[in-house]
Structure formats: structure tokens, C-alpha cells
């Protein structure tokens, strides 16, 4: 692996999106990623780009919409294709953050099926025992979700449900989407400096995403 402009491991992170509520955590999570040097893979679902339209505006998914310019570090696959290199144990990519994550994708995940590209690299995040971070988005939960989750879990993904906290004293609503951005980008091991340790004394180095506020 090359180096990053930190000169540390450049990151290959999974950023998949599916029909939950949260697209703006989606935006965010991608724009952090490539600001802190990673490289990031996006999936979309169609119920996916859906919220896209219906809570960011956003028809054409591409670098110059999601991030205001044009980076070699995102690449889109296509949603449709599991013959996709991300359908592939072989493909070096360190982690896969599914943020936000549907019930309905949550529930395919969890029932071993991988038809089509999110839900296969999920698979393949599973057998080739990388991290895999589930942002799962619905309330309340039926008991079907709490039992999808808790296997998803045994099997070794991260359950990192959208719930920001507060004791970071929001004052705006990118606040609560970076409190949330903060977790998963923990998690996946990239370094940031959002706003969202209740103690940053272990951090004071870390470099990349900025906390915009
Ligand atoms: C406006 C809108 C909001 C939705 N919000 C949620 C949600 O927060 N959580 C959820 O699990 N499903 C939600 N859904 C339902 C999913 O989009 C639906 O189950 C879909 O089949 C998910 O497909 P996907 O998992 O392939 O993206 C929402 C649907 C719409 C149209």
C-alpha cells in the first residue's frame, strides 16, 4: 500500500448506502474519509440515492456533488454488479462501513445473502474477518432488527446505530451528523480531529478530517 499525505497505510474503506434515513451522515462520512487521506469505494442502493434526492438534493452522485470537487480517491461501484472487484476476498480493502443501513439490508446481511453488491461485500467483509460497521437507522426497532443485529454481531460486525450523543453540547445539526461520523471513522481506524471524545488527551496529534464548526 502506498502511503498517505501522513505517510501512513492509505486506507481502503467500504462507504456502503442504503434506503435508510441519514444521507447527510452518508455525505459527511465520505467527505471525512477522503479529507483524512482514504481511499473510499461507494455503493448505492436505488432506495439509497432515493434519500439522497429526498434529503440532500442530491440527483447525480459523484465527487463534484458529494464533496464540491473532483477527487481520484472516491470511486463508485455499481450497486448491481456483484462480478465488481469489492465482490472479491482478494481485493485489498480494509474495512466496510454500511452507513446508513436499512432494516431490509440489515436482515439480507444477516441471512448470509449476497445478491447484490453491498450486501455480497458485506459477505466477503464477514469471511475475510475485516471490520464491518453497521449504521443501522430505524425507530423503534422491531424484534426482528434486535435479533438481526445481535447476529450480525456474533458474526463480527459493529453494530453503530445513528444515535448521536449530546453531552458534547450540540448547537448545530452537523454537530450531531459529526458526532456520528466521529464513531465510524474511529472504528475503521482513520484518524480525525470531529468533535466527538468526551476526552481528546490521547489524540492532540492526529492530523486529517477538520471539525468544521
Ligand atoms: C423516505 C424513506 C425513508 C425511509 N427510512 C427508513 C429508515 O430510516 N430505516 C429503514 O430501515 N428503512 C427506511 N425506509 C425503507 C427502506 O428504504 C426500504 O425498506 C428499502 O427496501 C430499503 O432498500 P435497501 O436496503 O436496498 O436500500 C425508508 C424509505 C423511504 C422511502
Known sequence: MSPDKHNEPLKRIIVAVTGASGAPYARRLVDCLITSGAEVHLV???LGRRLFVDELAIEDINASTLL????????????????DPLGSG?????????????GNTLAQVAAGMGDNLITRAAQVTLKERRRLVIVHREMPMNHLDLENCLRLSTAGAV???AAPGFYMLPRRIEDLVDFVVGKIMDLVGVKHKLNTRWTDMLDASAPAAEDHS
Not at 90 to 102: E, K, L, Q
Open 44 to 46: 448505492i442502493s436505488p
Open 159 to 161: 453494530i453503530c446505530p
Open 68 to 83: 464540491g470537487r473532483v477527487d481520484e480517491r472516491l470511486v463508485l461501484h455499481p450497486y448491481k454488479d456483484v462480478g
Open 90 to 102: 482478494s481485493t485489498p480493502i480494509d474495512a466496510m462501513v454500511i452507513c446508513p443501513c436499512s
